[in-house]
């Protein structure tokens, strides 16, 4: 089962899981502010899901999450977001490996400054 770290918790999901769908069942504030209540709800339109995720055991990246699709790439090309910027949309992420959740600031979590990390 792969381990996620977010937010100060450890917790398994099963391989596939949606990232987002996996992290709002356990708690963990993953919309900034006013955002929890003004985003798209996972359909991968609003980019309020935003975060950075790094992987944390022996599978690289590239394999401990699926690789961006369409509708990701699309809105994170459009700012606030960026392509160059080390984000991945949760809502558009599916779990296959351990992996560590960072959370930045501003409403989309395109910021700079941590929001959480993954282990506090
Ligand atoms: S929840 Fe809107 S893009 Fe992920």
Known sequence: MPQIK?????????????????????????????????NCRGIGTCGTCAVQ?????????????SAPQWRETTRRSLPPH?????????????VYGDIEVTK?????????QVRWLPQS
């Open 82 to 94: 960026s392509l160059t910027q080390d984000r991945r949309l949760a809502c558009q992420t599916q």
């Open 53 to 65: 995720i790094v992987a944390a055991g022996a599978v690289p990246l590239e394999m401990a999450v």
């Open 6 to 38: 977010a937010q100060g918790q450890i917790f398994t999901c099963e391989p596939g899981a949606n990232l987002r769908q996996v992290l709002l069942k356990q708690g963990i504030a993953l919309h900034n502010d006013r955002s929890q209540w003004i």
């Open 104 to 112: 930045y600031d501003g409403f989309w979590g395109q910021g700079e």
